[in-house]
């Protein structure tokens, strides 16, 4: 009986989280990872803000440059930090939702993703923001997060250079040289603007500095996700 009720909890783990996770993040048409490769364009995306602790020194770094991107937001963290979400749209940096309090799809039930989506877009429709693009954290799926996302008119964007700039252990230097050593034309790059180990956006911070100036002398331009 037991062996039985562990078999059916695999069975519906495989088919509500595996085997949607596997397909969306490799092979879905649906969820984009990168731009138009002949174009020497790129995005710059960051996930997890708005924190008041990063956010004006980061819009100010891309405010030097004249460089726009895109903003996926914790809508909990929007709804406390209202004026920064204001602050960011005003700049003319595009903002996407990243879930209402970045919980993984793996640990949410039907009902929690259906509120999740729904909660979400209720906060960013109160503070004024449209919402049209949507990042899962960690860039996991369940089988109803890209139906959700759908039904909400929503397009999926994940990433196709990850600097893993969240993790305690990852110098700026290394931020640095996996995002300039492998960027091609179409990137999308993700980095982090709040959480992560022992205050790590200051690294991500730190790590712009070099990027950004250096990406911009070998003639890349970059944009905002397109609708």
């Not at 088919?15 to 710059?44: D, G, H, M, T, W």
């Not at 406390?80 to 960011?88: A, G, I, P, S, T």
């Not at 109803?144 to 008119?153: D, E, G, H, I």
């Amino acid at each position: 009986m037991m062996l039985a009720a562990l078999g059916l909890l695999l069975s519906l783990l495989i088919i509500y989280n595996l085997i949607p996770n596997l397909y969306y993040r490799n092979f879905s048409r649906r969820v984009v990872k990168n731009l138009n490769p002949q174009r020497q364009e790129i995005a710059l995306t960051f996930d997890d803000g708005p924190d008041p602790r990063y956010l004006e020194r980061l819009l100010g770094l891309l405010a030097r440059y004249q460089i726009k991107a895109t903003f996926f937001m914790v809508a909990k963290k929007a709804e406390q930090n209202r004026e920064l979400v204001k602050m960011v749209s005003k700049a003319g940096h595009l903002i996407g939702l990243h879930s209402l309090r970045h919980q993984s799809a793996w640990l949410s039930s039907p009902t929690q993703v259906r509120d999740d989506f729904t909660s979400s877009l209720a906060i960013f429709t109160q503070i004024g923001v449209k919402i049209k693009h949507y990042r899962p954290p960690w860039g996991t799926f369940n089988l109803l997060t890209p139906f959700y996302a759908q039904k909400n008119k929503l397009k999926t964007i994940l990433w196709s250079i990850n600097a893993r700039d969240w993790r305690g252990d990852v110098t700026v230097e290394e931020i640095v040289a996996k995002t300039i050593n492998n960027i091609k034309n179409g990137d999308i790059i993700v980095l982090h603007d709040s959480n992560g180990a022992s205050g790590a956006p200051e690294r991500t911070l730190k790590a712009l500095e070099v990027i950004l100036p250096s990406l911009l002398q070998r003639g890349y331009q970059f944009t905002t996700i397109p609708e």
